[in-house]
């Protein structure tokens, strides 16, 4: 049924019609293809790459669009809507220039120090503070020597045993496609190519749980609009579950019924066939999207403070730790010499 498909081609429509869509699907259903028809998009439907697998297909696809006759590739994950036109975006970016967001917040998006590029084996020409994250990825024809590298590395028996492991005992620089892609990206070979980053609430709205939408990016959305881009990470609206017996996943479970990528959606519910994700599931659903007065950055707003204020205690907690752990260093220096 492709919901979260389906919705990102409906926004398409709404925002961005002009563009040329190739989709990569597997045996895509006759309603899929009726449906994208009625939309009145231009689309190609392509098979993946023989080489390709699960979610590291991306540098595979880049690199036979680009070596097609395409200039320019502007990568959209699945679980992305789009909320307004992005043609400005695309027109001013210029040749040479890649783009790409940046990783939404939590225990990953720390990448300071270059540390992704160093654990490679790479030498560090320059250091994203942060992590990068390729659910909106844009690059050109004189990107495909960094797709030919990528992809090599994504086929390397090092990144092949990391993937067979659990997310969470994987090496930081082994999680995922996107990891290899900003170690590379920091390395001495590619340090000349000229980065776009998408920010978080400027560019992009990466929202998972406590770990999107914060807010200063509510604030902001409220006075000068969103972002083009809204990537729903972890947890999938779409993907009923029930709810969990720890706190910490109760609270993302709840949000979750008023995120901004279920806001959006719901905006296109006319594309699905199953809307009974976009209902409210429970009194608090119903309670805190009435608070939000039709507004986007309004509604979740009570979880957003909520899981501000958890970050800022952690912050907090982790400051003392630091400053317990110098003033015990100082004392012993001072006094257990004499």
């Not at 398409?12 to 259903?29: G, K, Q, R």
């Not at 990144?159 to 067979?164: E, F, G, V």
């Not at 998972?208 to 409220?222: A, K, Q």
Request: proline share 4%; charged share 20%; glycine share 6%.
């Amino acid at each position: 049924m492709y919901p979260a498909l389906r919705v990102l081609l409906s926004s398409l429509s709404s925002h961005s019609a002009s563009v040329h869509i190739h989709l990569f699907l597997d045996s895509p259903t006759s309603d899929l293809l009726e449906f994208i028809t009625k939309l009145g998009l231009s689309f190609e439907i392509h098979e993946f790459p023989s080489i390709a697998r699960g979610y590291d297909v991306k540098p595979f696809v880049l690199e036979q669009l680009l070596r097609s006759n395409i200039n320019r590739v502007l990568w959209l994950d699945s679980d992305i809507v789009v909320s307004n036109s992005f043609s400005y975006f695309v027109q001013s970016t210029r040749s040479g220039i890649l783009v790409i967001a940046e990783e939404m917040l939590g225990r990953f998006h720390d990448n300071s120090g270059g540390s992704r590029t160093i654990s490679w084996g790479f030498m560090a020409q320059r250091c994203f503070p942060f992590a990068l994250n390729t659910g909106v990825l844009s690059v050109d024809r004189s990107h495909l020597d960094l797709m030919v590298k990528w992809s090599k590395l994504l086929s390397s028996d090092a990144y092949r045993r990391a993937q067979s492991l659990r997310w969470d005992e994987r090496p930081v620089h082994l999680l995922g496609d996107q990891d290899v892609l900003c170690a590379l990206l920091g390395s001495v070979e590619f340090a000349e190519i000229d980065v776009h980053v998408l920010r978080r609430g400027e560019g992009i709205i990466q929202f998972s749980g406590p770990y999107g939408y914060t807010l200063r990016e509510r604030f902001l959305h409220f006075f000068k609009g969103s972002p083009p881009f809204v990537h729903s990470l972890g947890d999938k609206p779409w993907l009923l579950k029930r709810m969990s017996e720890t706190i910490f996943d109760r609270f993302c479970f709840l949000y979750l019924g008023c995120s901004p990528y279920t806001f959006l959606a719901s905006k296109h519910q006319e594309a699905l066939v199953d809307r009974s994700w976009l209902e409210p599931r429970n009194f608090a659903d119903r309670f805190f999207r009435f608070l939000g007065f039709g507004s986007m950055p309004l509604t979740g707003l009570p979880y957003a403070l909520a899981a501000d204020m958890m970050r800022g205690l952690k912050y907090l907690r982790m400051l003392g730790h630091r400053l317990a752990s110098f003033f015990v260093q100082q004392f012993r220096a001072r006094f257990c010499r004499q």
